[in-house]
C-alpha cells in the first residue's frame, strides 16, 4: 500500500514515523504531541490545510475565484484498504452523493461515515469570492501496540482521493489576475505572459484542473496538459490574412555565413535585412490589443527590444568595417559548420551500423573514412534567435565599455532541445578565433570557461564541444593567422569524475597513471575508463578505448610519468598523432587549454 500520489494519510503520520517503522525503531522514532522538541513539523490543527504540506499529508484542497452570491457543489470519493487474511487488502469505495454549499456557508461536513471532513472558507474579494475546499482525513494514522510500540495503520489511509467543485448559478473567474495600476513594471511583463491563459484555482496539497465549459475545478494529483511545440524556424510579423513571412532565408544558411567569398557585401546586406524585420516587429507592437493600464509595460518592452536592436546593427558595422571581426564571424561559421558536418557523417555510421548489428564506437582495426565532403551543406541552418543571439554580443565582446553593457548578462531562455549549446558555442568560436587575430599569442591560452550544475551534463557538454574543438583545430592547420598553439578542451569537475592528478606521489586517491594500469590490463578496458569521460574519437567516432583486452596502439588515451596523452588511433584521421583534449587537472594547470568545461 506504498501509494506515491493521490493518498490522504491517516493523522500523526509523518516521515519519521514512516521511517522508524521500516527500521523498527519503536517508541523512540514518533514523539508525543506535547513533545515539543519533536523534529516533526506540528502545524496547529484549527486549519484545515495546516498538513497539506507535510511528505505523508492528511489533507488536500482547492481555491478558486466566483462571482459573488454564486453557490458550489462538491464530489468527493476516496477508497480504503483493509486487511483480511494472508495480508492480503481488500479495497472498499468511499462514495458521497454531491453536496451544493451556498454562498458564505462555512459549516464543516463529515463525509465517508465521518472518516474525512469537508471543508469550505469564503472570503471577499473586490466583488467576488474567493473559496477554498479541503478534505482532510480525521482518522488516527497511529497505534500503539503493548509489544512493537507505535505503528502506522494503514487502514486509516484515504486513497485515490478525488474532489471537484462546479460552480452554480454564477461564474468561474480567472484566479490571481492583478490590477496593473496596483503592481510594477516588471511585474506587468510577467502579468502579460499569460494574460491570455490565467490561471482559474491553485492546489494545496496537489495540482488542481479546471474545465470553463462546465465551471469545474478539481484537484489533480497527475496533471496532464498538452504542450505546442515552440515555431521558431520562420519569422513573421502579425497573423491571419496580414501575416508578413521573412524572406531572406540565406542568412540563416551556414555554408553562406562561411564563405569568404560573401563578405563584404552580401552577408552585412542579409544581417540588415534580418534587423530591419526584427525592427518591424517591434513596431509591431502598438497593435497589440492590450488591456488598459499595461500601456508602461509595452514601452518597456519596446526599450529593451530597441536596445537588442542597436547591439545586432553595431555587430553588423563591426563586420562591414573591421577585418579581424569579419574573419572571425566567417571562420566561426565555418568551424560549426565543420562540426556539423562530422556530427551528421558520425551519426550516419551509427545508425547503418546498429541496422547491421556492428559494435559503436568504430573498432580501431576497421577502416574509418573520416571525410565528409559528400553531405549537402546547404541543410544546416541556425534558428533566427541563434543567429540573433551571435550578432547581440559580439560588439560587446569588442568593447563592453563603448556598448553600455556591462552590467548585463545575456542569457538564452530556450526549450531543451532548442539549440542553446550551439548558440553558446557560435559565440566561444568566434571570440577563440578574434582573441587569436586580435592578439597573437597573447590570445592563446584559456578563453572560454563554462560551467555547469551537475556532473553528468557536464561530461555530456565536454564531449559536444571536443567536436568544435576539432573543427577549430584543423581550421588553425589552415590558416597560419591562427598560430602554433592548438585549440585545446580541458575538463575540470573534480576528482569525483575525473583524475585530479597524474601519479600517485601527488595524491592519496586513484591517480590517471594507476587509472590507465588499470585500464590496458582490464578484460573490459570501457568499463574500467569512465572518469577518462571520452570513449570515441570526436572527429572520425573511432573507438579511443577497446571494449575487450587489446593491444596497447588499440588505445586513444596513454599515460606515463611524463604526463597523458589522447591520440585517435585511426590512422586516417588528422588527429592521429593527438587529440587537444585534457582530463587531468595537473595537465590543464601546466598548459591551460583554450576552452575549459567546468562544474
Not at 280 to 295: H, K, V
Not at 481 to 493: D, N
Request: glycine content about 6%; some cysteine; charged content about 25%.
Amino acid at each position: 500500500l506504498r501509494y506515491m500520489l493521490g493518498v490522504l494519510f491517516g493523522k500523526g503520520v509523518t516521515q519519521s514515523a514512516l521511517a522508524s517503522e521500516n527500521e523498527n525503531l519503536g517508541d523512540d522514532a514518533e514523539p508525543d504531541d506535547e513533545d515539543t522538541g519533536s523534529k516533526d513539523f506540528t502545524p496547529e490543527r484549527d486549519n484545515p490545510l495546516s498538513l497539506a504540506n507535510e511528505d505523508l499529508p492528511s489533507s488536500v484542497g482547492v481555491s478558486f475565484l466566483i462571482s459573488k452570491g454564486a453557490s458550489i457543489k462538491i464530489n468527493c470519493s476516496a477508497a480504503q484498504y483493509l486487511e483480511g487474511k494472508k495480508r492480503e487488502w481488500k479495497r472498499y469505495p468511499l462514495e458521497e452523493k454531491p453536496i451544493t454549499i451556498k454562498a458564505e456557508d462555512t459549516k464543516e461536513r463529515k463525509l465517508f461515515e465521518e472518516k474525512a471532513e469537508l471543508a469550505c472558507t469564503w472570503r471577499k474579494v473586490e466583488g467576488k469570492h474567493l473559496v477554498t475546499v479541503s478534505l482532510r482525513n480525521l482518522q488516527e494514522g497511529i497505534t500503539i501496540k503493548p509489544k512493537s510500540g507505535k505503528k502506522i495503520d494503514w487502514s486509516m489511509n484515504l486513497y485515490q482521493v478525488a474532489m471537484s467543485c462546479t460552480v452554480v448559478n454564477g461564474r468561474l473567474l480567472p484566479y490571481g489576475v492583478k490590477d496593473p495600476s496596483k503592481i510594477s513594471i516588471e511585474e506587468q511583463i510577467q502579468e502579460l505572459q499569460f494574460l491570455e491563459a490565467p490561471p482559474y484555482a491553485v492546489g494545496h496539497g496537489a495540482s488542481c484542473n479546471w474545465n470553463l465549459k462546465e465551471k469545474t475545478v478539481s484537484i489533480d494529483y497527475i496533471p496532464e496538459e498538452f504542450v505546442y511545440r515552440p515555431t521558431y524556424d520562420n519569422l513573421i510579423i502579425g497573423s491571419g490574412n496580414k501575416e508578413v513571412p521573412f524572406e531572406n532565408q540565406d542568412v540563416f544558411r551556414l555554408s553562406f555565413l562561411s564563405d569568404d567569398n560573401n563578405y563584404p557585401g552580401m552577408v552585412p546586406t542579409a544581417l540588415r535585412d534580418l534587423c530591419d524585420f526584427y525592427e518591424g516587429w517591434i513596431g509591431s507592437f502598438e497593435d497589440a490589443n492590450l488591456p488598459s493600464g499595461y500601456e508602461g509595460a509595452r514601452e518597456k518592452l519596446k526599450e529593451r527590444a530597441n536596445h537588442a536592436l542597436d547591439r545586432m546593427r553595431s555587430s553588423i558595422d563591426l563586420i562591414e568595417s573591421d577585418g579581424i571581426a569579419k574573419t572571425s564571424f566567417q571562420l566561426a561559421n565555418k568551424a560549426m559548420l565543420r562540426q556539423m558536418l562530422q556530427g551528421e557523417l558520425s551519426e550516419t555510421k551509427r545508425r547503418d551500423r546498429e541496422n547491421r548489428n556492428e559494435p559503436w564506437p568504430i573498432p580501431y582495426d576497421e577502416e574509418n573514412n573520416p571525410d565528409s565532403t559528400g553531405i549537402p551543406k546547404d541543410k544546416f541552418k541556425w534558428r533566427p534567435f541563434q543567429l540573433a543571439f551571435i550578432l547581440l554580443v559580439m560588439s560587446s565582446l569588442e568593447d563592453d565599455d563603448a556598448t553600455g553593457t556591462q552590467d548585463l548578462v545575456d542569457l538564452i531562455w530556450f526549450t531543451t532541445g532548442g539549440g542553446k549549446t550551439e548558440a553558446y558555442l557560435l559565440v566561444a568560436a568566434y571570440e577563440m578565433i578574434r582573441r587569436r587575430l586580435a592578439w597573437g599569442e597573447k590570445g592563446f591560452g584559456t578563453s572560454i570557461i563554462t560551467r555547469y550544475t551537475y556532473r553528468f551534463l557536464t561530461a555530456d557538454q565536454f564531449n559536444r564541444t571536443a567536436k568544435l574543438i576539432c573543427a577549430l583545430d584543423i581550421l588553425r592547420r589552415e590558416n597560419v593567422s591562427l598560430g602554433i598553439e592548438p585549440f585545446s578542451l580541458g575538463l575540470w569537475v573534480g576528482d569525483g569524475v575525473t583524475p585530479n592528478h597524474l601519479n600517485s606521489s601527488s595524491t592519496k586517491t586513484l591517480c590517471a597513471l594507476e587509472m590507465y594500469r588499470q585500464m590496458i590490463q582490464s578484460s573490459e578496458p570501457r568499463k574500467d575508463s569512465a572518469r577518462f569521460q571520452i570513449t570515441e574519437c570526436p572527429h572520425c567516432s573511432t573507438a579511443l578505448i577497446p571494449a575487450t583486452s587489446a593491444p596497447k596502439d588499440a588505445f586513444g588515451i596513454h599515460v606515463n610519468e611524463g604526463g597523458m596523452t589522447v591520440a585517435c588511433p585511426n590512422e586516417v584521421c588528422p588527429f592521429h598523432e593527438s587529440l587537444p583534449l585534457s582530463m587531468v587537472d595537473d595537465e590543464m594547470y601546466k598548459a591551460p587549454p583554450t576552452f575549459i568545461v567546468a562544474k
